[in-house]
């Protein structure tokens, strides 16, 4: 797993990890978050940025994440992001709280 830090004047105000999957060439993003007091900022979109650079530097050519039903601001980064709705995978599959995105690389 990798993580990726965003600091402003000295703290942190996102943060992510991106880790590979058992597809080939399909890694997954986790742990997207964002401090409360830094939302607004691009913070996190600056993450999510990285993060698909390194997914890119590794060779994958596809990223998938999850988020909750009730992360309307996380939905609309996504979609704004270029992320379109999935299928629901892995241990998401039966959970009724999670929205499931991927990105072609």
């Known amino acids: 797993m990798r993580d ?27 742990r997207l978050f964002t401090r409360s007091d830094a939302r607004g900022r ?31 601001e996380a939905i609309v980064l996504y979609e704004k992001s270029g992320w379109t709705r999935i299928l629901p995978y892995g241990s998401y599959i039966d959970d009724q709280w999670s929205i499931c995105f991927g990105k072609d690389l």
């Open 42 to 72: 691009g913070c996190v979109r600056a993450v999510l940025s990285r993060l698909e650079g390194i997914a890119r530097d590794e060779g994958w050519g596809d990223l998938r994440l999850s988020t909750g039903t009730r992360q309307p």
């Open 4 to 30: 990726v830090d965003i600091v402003i004047e000295g703290r942190a105000c996102a943060c992510g990890a991106i880790q590979p999957t058992e597809l080939d060439g399909v890694g997954e993003i986790k």
